[in-house]
């Protein structure tokens, strides 16, 4: 079974307007972390969002928000105002066992976004 | 400026080569992982290490080998076992310390292709 779930291949959505990546994930473990990266056509990979399966409130750092439903096993990125340069594929990836020593990321396939003008 | 090198850019392998993938860090962090990706995939773990002298096998080690006899260092060797070694592959480095939620820090990635 994929422990990362991203349905949507690509979207699109107009400049200046909000957009929601989707994510679920499985997990038995209790202690997790929800990470988002955005990956320009260059190619690396920009660190955006953190989301600890304890964390009592959903997380933001700037124009990004995670829409957390633990219930419902979904890590939604929110992206408010978007801009042409957000263009790119976002991943959505999983640490499990947090407070053990591995700290290796599930990835899932990713969900490339456009914005246009 | 902290960060991650990896090197080459570009790489060409030729059937039945091995090639070895540079990855260097100056962020003095104490794990490092290696990830291949796919055109329009996800990334995938290929190998780990979260000490000097220790590795762990990731989801897609088979035809891959690393070592790790430097902090700073985490060599990738791709070898003629890997019968489909084109793709993407990306460096990647984290601290151990504190409570999780410390991201991994990405190199530019190499792109291995077969001549």
């Known amino acids: 079974a994929q422990k990362i779930t991203q349905t949507q291949p690509g979207m699109f959505v107009q400049e200046k307007e909000a957009v929601t990546l989707d994510c679920t994930y499985d997990?038995?473990?209790?202690?997790?972390?929800l990470f988002w990266y955005k990956q320009p056509s260059s190619g690396e990979m920009i660190f955006l969002i953190y989301?600890?399966?304890?964390?009592?409130q959903n997380a933001t750092e700037g124009r990004y928000s995670l829409n957390f439903q633990k219930a419902r096993k979904s890590a939604n990125l929110v992206i408010s105002a978007s801009q042409l340069g957000d263009s790119a594929m976002y991943f959505c990836a999983m640490r499990e066992g947090i407070g053990t020593g591995r700290r290796a990321l599930t990835f899932g396939s990713g969900t490339r976004l456009q914005v246009q003008p | 400026d902290g960060g991650i090198t990896q090197s080459p850019k570009y790489l060409f392998r030729k059937e039945g080569q091995n090639v070895t993938l540079s990855c260097e860090q100056n962020?003095?962090?104490?794990?490092m992982y290696w990830y291949r990706q796919d055109p329009g995939q996800g990334l995938r773990l290929i190998y780990y290490s979260q000490i000097v002298n220790d590795f762990q096998k990731g989801d897609i080690a088979e035809g891959y080998s690393v070592s790790r006899e430097k902090k700073e260092s985490f060599p990738l060797t791709v070898t003629s076992a890997q019968k489909n070694p084109t793709a993407f592959y990306l460096c990647?480095?984290?601290?151990?310390?504190?409570?999780?939620?410390?991201?991994?820090?990405f190199g530019d990635g190499t792109r291995l292709s077969i001549l």
């Open positions: 990647a480095s984290s601290t151990d310390r504190g409570p999780g939620n410390q991201p991994q820090h």
């Open positions: 962020l003095n962090h104490d794990a």
């Open positions: 989301q600890g399966s304890y964390d009592q």
């Open positions: 997990t038995s473990d209790p202690s997790y972390g």
